[in-house]
């Protein structure tokens, strides 16, 4: 199973690793209102690709809303900063591309790297390198075993 150094390898997304174009605006919309109507945006086994290519393509309109989100920390050294991520895989485990979310007060909190959690926070904007990121404000964790499947199949 590909954990927190396979990611780091490998390079994390702050996006999605949707294949699908829409390109259809309308379709684009309707994705933002469903999502912007739910009282708390959850990203797991289900939700991950959908929700995360939203969100990361419009981070500023979700600023404020209730996320949950189940992954493993990953800590990137050199950033300073822990990330929740999970591996989405297109055909076999070999293409497998790492997503996550940057934790933006992940310091205080006592997340170890490869751990599997479930996070609470609030969504937030973070400026990196020019480019407006979706981020997590930790309100809550709790650590889970990790799923049978790790992986999220495109």
């Known amino acids: 199973t590909f954990g927190a150094n396979e990611a780091l390898v490998?390079?994390?997304q702050y996006s999605s690793f949707n294949h699908r174009?829409?390109?259809?605006?309308?379709l684009e919309n309707g994705n933002i209102?469903?999502?912007?109507n739910l009282p708390i945006i959850r990203l797991d086994y289900t939700g991950f690709t959908d929700y995360m290519g939203i969100i990361s393509k419009y981070p500023?309109?979700?600023e404020g809303k209730q996320i949950e989100i189940e992954g493993f920390i990953a800590e990137d050294m050199m950033k300073k900063q822990k990330v929740i991520a999970r591996f989405q895989v297109t055909h076999c485990v070999a293409d497998a591309q790492a997503s996550g979310i940057i934790l933006t007060n992940s310091?205080?909190?006592?997340?170890?790297?490869?751990t599997w959690v479930r996070i609470k926070g609030v969504l937030k904007v973070k400026e990196e390198n020019q480019q407006y990121i979706p981020a997590i404000h930790v309100t809550s964790f709790e650590k889970i075993v990790?799923?049978?499947?790790?992986?999220?199949?495109l």
Not at 33 to 36: A, F, V
Not at 107 to 114: A, G, I, V
Not at 148 to 153: D, E, G, L, Q
């Open 10 to 12: 490998r390079g994390i």
């Open 21 to 26: 174009k829409s390109g259809d605006i309308d």
């Open 33 to 36: 209102n469903r999502i912007m």
């Open 60 to 62: 500023a309109v979700f």
């Open 107 to 114: 310091d205080e909190l006592q997340l170890m790297e490869d």
């Open 146 to 153: 990790t799923p049978k499947n790790p992986y999220i199949y």
